[in-house]
Nanobody, 119 residues
Framework: QVQLVESGGGLVQPGGSLRLSCAASGTIFSIYRMGWYRQAPGKQRELVADITSGGIRNYADSVKGRFTISRDNAKTTVYLQMNSLKPEDTAVYYC?????????????WGQGTQVTVSS
């Protein structure tokens, strides 16, 4: 069974930084892209950033210049470095991947990690 395990969330003051990690495990033939989404209370889940297998990065306008997505050499772990955090970044952050696994290509979600930006 393929799983995404996230870590690194927490409470931080405005202007602070956090680094989220997401590791994929299980039988994976190929990962096409990995990304981070977030969902604040009462709002829809939105894409924060993603990275393709070819290394192309995409960011939401609201986080450009503050957040950086990266991955390890094995391309099974993705990171989200979040700097200059704002209260409006408060949300549950979810890792997501589109991958080829036994049975076909599928989208996989992590369990989510809470990020709270507050003084």
């Amino acid at each position: 069974q393929v799983q995404l395990v996230e870590s690194g969330g927490g409470l931080v003051q405005p202007g602070g930084s956090l680094r989220l990690s997401c590791a994929a495990s299980g039988t994976i033939f190929s990962i096409y892209r990995m990304g981070w989404y977030r969902q604040a209370p009462g709002k829809q889940r939105e894409l924060v950033a993603d990275i393709t297998s070819g290394g192309i990065r995409n960011y939401a306008d609201s986080v450009k210049g503050r957040f950086t997505i990266s991955r390890d050499n094995a391309k099974t772990t993705v990171y989200l470095q979040m700097n200059s955090l704002k209260p409006e970044d408060t949300a549950v952050y979810y890792c997501n991947t589109n991958a080829a696994v036994p049975g076909g290509v599928t989208a996989i979600w992590g369990q989510g990690t809470q990020v709270t930006v507050s003084s």
